[in-house]
């Protein structure tokens, strides 16, 4: 079964930083893409952050780009977030298209807050 497990979310300060990762099993992961989406209180999911499966491609919203980085290594998905604002804060999921559908992990909650 295809699993994506986030974790590395927290409170933390405005200008902190936070290092997410999703821990990817029961697909071949160097086969797909992998994406971070968020959801912010209230509001509907927002795409974050994409990286091909070889990891040579990757995009950004404009809202992250020149603070987050992805990157991925062996069977797990990376998202550094820096100089962290409240703006950010919310429940960051990682998902794949795989071949038998769309699959989200449980999600890793981030709270930026003085």
């Known amino acids: 079964d295809v699993q994506l497990v986030e974790s590395g979310g927290g409170l933390v300060q405005p200008g902190e930083s936070l290092r997410l990762s999703c821990a990817a099993s029961?697909?071949?992961?160097?086969?797909?893409?992998m994406t971070w989406v968020r959801q912010a209180p209230g509001k509907g999911p927002e795409w974050v952050s994409s990286?091909?499966?070889?990891?040579?491609n990757v995009t950004y919203a404009d809202s992250v780009k020149g603070r987050f980085t992805i990157s991925r290594h062996q069977n797990t998905v990376y998202l550094q977030m820096n100089n962290l604002n409240p703006e950010v804060t919310a429940i960051y999921y990682c998902?794949?298209?795989?071949?038998?559908?769309?699959?989200w992990g449980q999600g890793t909650q981030v709270t930026v807050s003085s």
């Open positions: 029961g697909f071949p992961f160097t086969w797909y893409d």
């Open positions: 998902n794949v298209d795989e071949t038998s559908g769309r699959y």
């Open positions: 990286i091909t499966r070889h990891g040579d």
